[in-house]
């Protein structure tokens, strides 16, 4: 076992690392029933919502998603194959994963930063290194184990559930999206979204090539929605949105709260290269009152200037970028290695783990398609 030092917090202090502006390379869609599409289908456009929304309408018949299933790269990897097929190449890059993945490491490293006596929470990942790559995928069963616990957890008396603050998001998101785009929507379908059933099983998927320091990464991650419409060359960036809710801010305690949030804003929002991220800020009863733009490239230095301080973005980039090179060093050859942090740990932890090969986390699809493709290049 090896592990990683999280601090001294000084040695990931000073100018940001590289990073390279991530670009589509490929992109794929669930439908209404969360069957997979390698194609856009699912993407939809923003509109603005009523101010004055119940974000609560519709709990009762909210269709939720059963996300237990370990399926874990096996989409990503399929997209990843189509496009290989078009190229004729193999996609090279240092790491694969999921954003999900990416945003675990970042922000628990910020989290130590800012409050140090909080009960930080753990993660473990699975990763295996496979013809100059390392995958990476969450480990299911420590997911579902951290599930059980959260939803073990009861509400404070007179608070909304766990489940219904969660659906204030997915409420969200439904009233401020359109199927295609605005002009070519009736007003009648626009005014009717407080009325459609709320479900999560539709997602658009963007598949991302950037680099962080030294270190290439092809991620995937869902997108809300498109501002206007995706360009013709795909080299241009794309005018994603992200939507988000957060509770009214109140006092000095709540702008503390919201400028933790936004730290979670800005890593989700750019690693995919998302540029705008909408906020619906809601009464405590979810009731949908303001929205405000923010420009994801601008948070951090509006985080440093007119916040609290509680987060530093060059500091998590300089942390990734020092953390990828050194997982590079330690996960190679054949075997499926362990990433963990245990609860209030200061460090993270690599262990190869005994009688598993990539199979563990590569599809069977996936490898007969490497074999195949190895093969034609020799």
Same mark, same amino acid.
């Given at each position: 076992?090896?592990?990683?030092?999280?601090?001294?917090?000084?040695?990931?202090?000073?100018?940001?690392?590289?990073?390279?502006?991530?670009?589509?390379?490929?992109?794929?869609?669930?439908?209404?029933?969360?069957?997979?599409?390698?194609?856009?289908?699912?993407?939809?456009?923003?509109?603005?919502?009523?101010?004055?929304?119940?974000?609560?309408?519709? %709990?009762?018949?909210?269709?939720? =998603?059963?996300?237990?299933?370990?399926?874990?790269?096996?989409?990503?990897?399929?997209?990843?194959?189509?496009?290989?097929?078009?190229?004729?190449?193999? &996609?090279?890059?240092?790491?694969?994963?999921?954003?999900?993945?990416?945003?675990?490491?970042?922000?628990?490293?910020?989290?130590?930063?800012?409050?140090?006596?909080?009960?930080?929470?753990?993660?473990?990942?699975?990763?295996?290194?496979?013809?100059?790559?390392?995958?990476?995928?969450?480990?299911?069963?420590?997911?579902?184990?951290?599930?059980?616990?959260?939803?073990?957890?009861?509400?404070?008396?007179?608070?909304?559930?766990?489940?219904?603050?969660?659906?204030?998001?997915?409420?969200?998101?439904?009233?401020? =999206?359109?199927?295609?785009?605005?002009?070519?929507?009736?007003?009648?379908?626009?005014?009717?979204?407080?009325?459609?059933?709320?479900?999560?099983?539709?997602?658009? &998927?963007?598949?991302?090539?950037?680099?962080?320091?030294?270190?290439?990464?092809?991620?995937?991650?869902?997108?809300?929605?498109?501002?206007?419409?995706?360009?013709?060359?795909?080299?241009?960036?794309?005018?994603?949105?992200?939507?988000?809710?957060?509770?009214?801010?109140?006092?000095?305690?709540?702008?503390?709260? %919201?400028?933790?949030?936004?730290?979670?804003?800005?890593?989700?929002? %750019?690693?995919?290269?998302?540029?705008?991220?909408?906020?619906?800020?809601?009464?405590?009863?979810?009731?949908?009152?303001? =929205?405000?733009?923010?420009?994801?490239?601008?948070?951090?230095?509006?985080?440093?200037?007119?916040?609290?301080?509680?987060?530093?973005?060059?500091? &998590?980039?300089?942390?990734?970028?020092? %953390?990828?090179?050194?997982?590079?060093?330690?996960?190679?050859?054949?075997?499926?290695?362990?990433?963990?942090?245990?609860?209030?740990?200061?460090?993270?932890?690599?262990?190869?783990?005994?009688?598993?090969? &990539?199979?563990?986390? =590569?599809?069977?699809?996936?490898?007969?398609?490497?074999?195949?493709?190895?093969?034609?290049?020799?």
């Amino acid at each position: 076992m090896t592990s990683f030092n999280i601090g001294p917090l000084d040695r990931f202090g000073g100018k940001s690392a590289a990073i390279r502006r991530p670009k589509e390379i490929a992109c794929f869609s669930y439908d209404d029933e969360h069957e997979y599409h390698p194609d856009d289908s699912s993407m939809r456009w923003y509109y603005p919502p009523r101010l004055g929304a119940d974000l609560s309408s519709g %709990f009762d018949t909210f269709r939720k =998603l059963d996300d237990t299933a370990d399926n874990q790269l096996d989409s990503l990897l399929k997209t990843l194959i189509g496009l290989e097929k078009e190229n004729g190449t193999k &996609c090279e890059a240092d790491f694969i994963t999921w954003r999900g993945m990416m945003t675990k490491v970042d922000l628990f490293r910020v989290t130590i930063m800012t409050t140090p006596f909080e009960n930080f929470n753990g993660f473990e990942m699975n990763a295996t290194y496979f013809q100059g790559t390392i995958f990476i995928e969450e480990n299911h069963e420590y997911k579902m184990a951290q599930w059980k616990s959260q939803h073990s957890q009861r509400s404070r008396h007179g608070s909304p559930s766990q489940d219904l603050m969660s659906f204030w998001g997915y409420k969200f998101e439904s009233l401020s =999206l359109l199927p295609q785009p605005w002009d070519a929507t009736s007003r009648e379908y626009i005014e009717g979204r407080e009325q459609e059933i709320v479900n999560n099983y539709a997602q658009y &998927c963007s598949v991302v090539k950037t680099g962080i320091g030294k270190a290439k990464l092809v991620i995937g991650g869902e997108v809300d929605a498109v501002w206007d419409s995706k360009p013709d060359n795909k080299d241009d960036p794309i005018s994603w949105v992200e939507l988000k809710t957060s509770e009214e801010i109140q006092n000095d305690r709540d702008m503390m709260k %919201f400028e933790r949030k936004l730290l979670k804003f800005w890593v989700q929002s %750019f690693l995919l290269g998302v540029p705008k991220i909408i906020v619906g800020f809601r009464s405590r009863s979810g009731i949908l009152q303001r =929205l405000e733009e923010l420009e994801t490239k601008s948070i951090p230095g509006n985080v440093r200037r007119k916040g609290k301080g509680t987060w530093d973005g060059n500091l &998590c980039i300089n942390f990734t970028a020092t %953390f990828l090179e050194w997982l590079k060093q330690e996960i190679h050859g054949e075997g499926v290695w362990r990433i963990r942090r245990r609860e209030r740990s200061p460090f993270i932890e690599v262990y190869q783990m005994p009688d598993y090969d &990539c199979g563990y986390i =590569l599809s069977p699809e996936f490898l007969a398609w490497r074999e195949q493709l190895q093969a034609r290049e020799e």
